[in-house]
Structure formats: C-alpha cells, structure tokens
C-alpha cells in the first residue's frame, strides 16, 4: 500500500507538501497540486482523512440533530447533509434532541465529539438554542438573530394554497397546525392568517399537532365539526389521517393541501401541492457549517430557499 512518502518521492516535494496539496490545495502553486494528485493517482494512494482532521484539531464529524424521527420530512434533509458531507470528506452523525426541556446535558456530550452542528427545527426558546451551538452550527427550518440558517420558505408557499383555495370557490378554510412552539408553524400561521384576510375567506385554526398522521386522525373531529371546503395541514402526514377518518365515515373529505408526490401517486387534479426540496436543505445546511467550522468569526448567513406550489395533474 502506497504511503505519503511514496507520493512525495514521486512527486519530488516533500511530504508536507503533499498534506497540504491534498487538504489545503489552494495553498500552493496549481503546478504542484497537479504533480501531487497525479503521483497519488498513479500509485493508488487514498489519504487518510480522519488522522487529516485530528492533526488539525478536528474531528471531522458533523451531528445533524433532529427533534424526532417520527417526520418523514427529515429525511430527505439528512440525505442531503450526508451526500454533502462525503463530498467534503467529513462524516455525518444523526441525534435526536428537541431542545423542548430545556436540558442540554446530552447535546453538550455530543459537543465534545463534533467540529460543528446543523440543527434542524429545534424547539425552545432562542435562549437555549444559542446557549447549545458552543461549536460552529447552522440552524434548518428556523431563523435566530446571529446565527446562520438555511430556510425552505414555506410560509410564501401556503400563501398561495390559500390564494389557490379562494380562486376555487372556497370560503370556509381551517390550517391545522404542526408542533408546540415551532417556528415554521408560527410563520405559516401568520401567512395563512394574513392571505386569508387579504383575499376574504373564512380561516380557523386549530392545533398544536405533532407531525403524524395518528396526529391528523385525532385532529379530523375538530375539523370536521367546522365543516370546511379546504384544509390546509402543516405537514402532509396530518392531512393524510384527517382524510382517513373521513373515507372511514364514508364521507368525501374537503380538499387537502399536500406535497407533490403524493398529488402525483394518487393522480389528483386540481390540489395545491407543496414541493420542498429537503435534499437541496440539507446540502445547503451543511455548506454553511463546513464554513462555519473553516471561520467561525464569519458573519451569520441566512439562506431561504424558494418552495415551488403546483396545482397538481
């Protein structure tokens, strides 16, 4: 098996050189970062990444932290992050913590164990979100002053759901609601609020439901007692229960706001469908806190994504 050494004598520089011509190439001349990957080529070297890490006092591991896994929303964000941490020669660990309890005891076990963090949709309060990022970290789904974020804009696309339900005729919406104290759901329940006032359709709100389609079966009485013409769910497994309970009752059940492919899997026509693409999220996420880590002084950056609507087939 070929060594650095090997490399080094081939290429004709030495074998720090070729360390930084494989970790920090834009440290040397272009010349001799192609003698050097060329020499690695030839002789089949593959660097030893996590000693790379520990020699810069890293350790090359990100934690992408979820607050349950129970959402099947996450895990196109954490197919994202993986993708991009490979390509970045860093591996990726998953945990789950709301932040909800106000105990930080497990994430700070974790601190000690990661270069840096992306935290998807935490709960509680800013307070406590910023009290746990003491390494680099990227926030998904929730903005904090002062710390970077990568954001789908959801709220801007259940804006036009509303909008889109008004245009059909329909006068009388409910928007149930996702998770005690989460952010994208206070932001799509002002948008909800705010279009529907704008455009003169009835809205009620009920909720806080967690994400899940028992969620959404336990929510359906509540919603069919206001006997609406839409219902806009914060998450499409809560639409999917609430219509559930309806085809059960035999009853046809109001339009339902959802995501693209389900719209597309059941072939319905005419259905406001919310496309967020969470592997480009996650992809995103983890660009920012591999910055983060290479220059933690950096100023914050705030990314929000667009998220497309369709009117289904």
Known sequence: MATIADVAALAGVSKSTVSRALSRPEMLLPDTVSRVNAA??????????????????????????????????????????????????????????????????????????????????????????????????????????????????????????????????????????????????????????????????????????PPTFAAGAAAAPEVRDLRPDAVIPYATALGLGIQHVYLVAGEAPPAVSSERAIVEALGISDVPAIDVDGRVLGDVAARLVAQRIADPAAEPNRVRLAVPVTWGS
Not at 107 to 112: A, D, G, I, K, W
Request: hydrophobic share 45%; with cysteine; glycine share 12%.
């Open 40 to 209: 690695a080529e030839k002789l089949g070297y593959v660097a030893n990444t996590a000693a790379r890490f520990l020699a810069g006092g890293r350790t090359g591991v990100i934690a992408l932290v979820v607050p349950t896994l129970e959402n099947s929303f996450f895990s196109p964000i954490i197919g994202g992050a993986q993708a991009r941490a490979d390509a970045d020669g860093r591996q990726l660990t998953v945990a789950v913590h709301s932040f909800a309890g106000g105990s930080l005891a497990p994430f700070e076990r974790l601190t000690r164990q990661v270069d840096g963090f992306i935290i998807v949709a935490p709960g509680g309060s800013d307070d406590i979100v910023r009290a746990a990022a003491t390494k680099p970290a990227v926030l998904v789904d929730r903005e904090i002053d002062g710390m970077s974020s990568a954001v789908a804009d959801t709220a801007a696309a259940f804006t036009l759901v509303v909008e889109h339900f008004a245009r059909r005729g329909c006068r009388r919406l409910v928007y149930v609601g996702g998770p005690d104290g989460s952010w994208q759901d206070a932001q799509r329940t002002k948008a909800v609020r705010e279009a529907a006032a704008r455009v003169g359709v009835s809205l009620d709100v009920v909720g806080p439901f």
